[in-house]
């Protein structure tokens, strides 16, 4: 079946500029989470959804990012005046469960690169 | 916040060797995961530890939860090509929703 997809998979942006990442997770997945991964590094998480419910946004690093999943399948993960540390992989993953034993089924990610 | 050390960082070994790759922790977990990621992929998990010295194979990969819950292995045996990528420990953390990774060890399988 259907993995978790993301669009774009390459974006290339202006410093300054707002950029939207879009995660369609796998059908009937209740939980949705995103992370940040910088080159060379392990992914760092950012926020997460319970449905359309954002539970958790303590990884978010300023408030110029900023996620929505209004009705609890797609989410867009949008950052606003973009800095050259914004640049990194930007992964989202699902889960079936709402917690316990769940298992995070990750996309391929979207490559970031601000100029 | 909880931080998890791996290592080593990178390794090449040659075709048919064993490799051991480990994960500590100053903190205690009470999930332990291994996750492979190939370049332009997402991570996908390999195996998955919920009991303190569980030990859990998957093929040709074997893992254990340590007894003191602060530490996790991960053994690869009579490595193959396609087991190049980067090799990243993690478990879940604050809201124990959300999942705190290593830094990776990047595996190199020579011919």
């Known amino acids: 079946g259907a993995g978790v997809s993301q669009s774009p998979r390459y974006k290339v942006a202006k410093r300054g500029q707002d950029v939207a990442l879009r995660c369609d997770p796998i059908?009937?997945?209740?939980?949705l989470f995103w992370y940040q991964q910088a080159l060379g590094q392990g992914p760092e998480f950012l926020t997460y959804?319970?449905?359309?419910?954002?539970?958790?946004k303590s990884g978010l690093p300023s408030d110029r990012f900023f996620a929505e999943r209004p009705e609890g399948s797609v989410s867009t993960l949008k950052i606003q005046r973009t800095q050259q540390e914004d640049s990194a992989v930007y992964l989202c993953?699902?889960?079936?469960?709402?917690?316990?034993?769940?298992?995070?089924?990750f996309g391929p990610g979207t490559r970031l690169l601000v100029l | 916040g909880q931080q998890l050390n791996q290592s080593p960082q990178s390794m090449f070994i040659q075709e048919g060797e064993d490799v051991s790759m480990n994960c500590t922790s100053s903190?205690?977990?009470?999930?332990w995961l291994w996750y492979k990621q190939d370049p332009g992929e997402g991570p996908v998990l390999l195996i998955a530890?919920?009991?303190?010295?569980e030990l859990t194979s998957n093929g040709r990969l074997t893992a254990q939860f340590g007894i003191t819950r602060k530490d996790s292995f991960l053994n690869i045996s009579a490595s193959i090509p396609s087991d190049v990528g980067i090799y990243f420990c993690?478990?879940?953390?604050?809201?124990?929703?959300?999942?705190?990774f290593g830094s990776g060890t990047q595996l190199t399988v020579l011919p």
């Open positions: 530890l919920y009991k303190a010295g």
């Open positions: 993690a478990g879940p953390s604050g809201s124990a929703r959300q999942l705190t």
């Open positions: 959804f319970q449905n359309e419910a954002q539970l958790d």
């Open positions: 993953a699902s889960s079936m469960l709402a917690g316990g034993r769940e298992t995070q089924y």
């Open positions: 903190s205690i977990f009470n999930t």
């Open positions: 059908s009937g997945h209740v939980s």
